[in-house]
């Protein structure tokens, strides 16, 4: 028996590997933020990194090495850092201490279902600072950025009024939620970009058999890429909800969609800057 065991998770680590690329997506930021940067901020932001047994150790140092080959300013990382398991979060230490860039993140459902707390110290050990329903000023090239981090609202952990209380206005202001929708109730806040992750693309996604019969999955609004406006005659803001890195159940991630993914964004850049910076590549 013990056999058939490691060999089902040797295959299942095998399975990972054939499906590692991971695809790199540039972006600008909201529009407003050209209002308060003189030169643009490059933020990386990588999500449901799910360290554990289902995706390999390789692709989530691929992933960091990548990150890092942009040069970006500013990491962020929009939760769900675990599978099922507290045996793993050495490595999770491991692959966030690899960052050495000031580094931002807040929780998801994976996080609080494990342990929220000892995830938040394996990041902490990393050097993470964790956003739970909080908001951070910080300068980065003689720039301020301001972020802001819900905690996850798919456990019932978020707390918008807490999280945007006492936040400064004509900032450059950056959300980050675990989950996508809570950007409605972040853009009447006046936070014009928001960051999250959760839903893999729409991929194999579900914790578990009785999410799909719940239809959970499929009750979602924002599923992959960029949804609401960049644009400044929006009347509210833009939500970006990538694919991610990890897998929470099986390691197949499938189709062009399904693909493991690292979004870029110049913040305070026009579409312009970066068309040139591609070029320039
Ligand atoms: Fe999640």
């Known amino acids: 028996m013990a056999i058939h065991l490691n060999e089902h998770r040797k295959n299942f680590n095998e399975a990972g590997r054939w499906f590692s690329k991971i695809r790199l997506r540039h972006f600008t930021g909201h529009d407003s933020y050209q209002e308060y940067l003189n030169s643009p901020i490059r933020l990386a932001h990588l999500t449901d990194q799910h360290v554990g047994r289902v995706t ?18 500013i990491v962020v990382l929009t939760g769900d850092f675990v599978c099922h398991s507290e045996l793993y979060l050495s490595d999770l230490s491991e692959v966030v201490s690899r960052i050495n ?20 110290k394996a990041l902490i050990k990393g050097g993470v600072e964790v956003l739970e329903n909080a908001h951070t000023l910080i300068t980065i090239n003689n720039q301020s950025l301001q972020l802001v981090g819900l905690d996850d609202a798919y456990t019932k952990h978020a707390d918008i009024n807490k999280a945007t209380r006492g936040m400064k206005k004509n900032y450059a202001t950056l959300g980050l939620s675990h989950i996508a929708e809570q950007a409605d109730l972040l853009w009447l806040k006046h936070v014009p970009l928001v960051l999250s992750g959760h839903t893999h693309a729409g991929q194999i996604t579900v914790a578990g058999l009785h999410e799909l019969i719940l239809k959970k999955v499929i009750g979602h609004k924002y599923i992959h890429g960029f949804y609401g406006s960049q644009n400044l005659s929006h009347p509210h803001g833009a939500v970006y909800v990538s694919a991610g890195i990890g897998a929470a ?10 693909k493991r993914e690292i979004a870029i964004f110049e913040l305070g850049a026009t579409k312009e800057y970066l068309e ?4 320039e590549k």
């Open 56 to 73: 390999p150790m390789k692709v989530q140092m691929e992933a960091i090495d990548l990150v890092l080959a942009q040069n970006p300013d």
């Open 101 to 120: 860039k000031p580094k931002f993140a807040v929780l998801g459902n994976h996080d609080h279902w494990t342990n929220a707390q000892a995830v938040r």
């Open 249 to 258: 159940v099986m390691p197949l991630r499938m189709g062009e969609k399904g």
């Open 276 to 279: 040139n910076i591609k070029l």
